[in-house]
């Protein structure tokens, strides 16, 4: 089993590389839908590393993802210019999988 990075910058997929996970640069929606499609066919890929930058440029489809595919786990990262709200992230997804929101503005 695999890891594989989708990242929106060079750096995070070359330092990536140097502990031997392999990956690619995307910039936009198309590119990372094809690829996740690409990478859910692939038996050998287990885990997608994505930086935040391009959950936000894909947000309906990535939760999608997550709640109707068993594999590959797909895991938010932050880049080296940004940070994940963790709390936010799992609220979200939780509320998004039942359908209630957890929790008031």
Do not use: Q, W
């Amino acid at each position: 089993m695999k890891i594989y990075v989708i990242s929106d910058n060079n750096d995070t997929v070359s330092g990536l590389r140097l502990a031997g996970i392999e990956g690619c640069v995307v910039k936009n929606r198309v590119d990372i839908i094809t690829k996740l499609e690409e990478l859910e066919k692939n038996p050998e890929i287990a885990i997608v590393l994505m930086t935040t930058v391009i959950v936000n440029l894909a947000p309906d489809y990535i939760t999608n993802f997550k709640l109707t595919k068993s594999k590959p786990l797909l895991t938010e990262i932050p880049d080296r210019f940004g940070e994940v709200n963790l709390g936010e992230v799992i609220d979200s997804y939780i509320s998004d999988a039942i359908g209630i929101k957890l929790k008031g503005d």
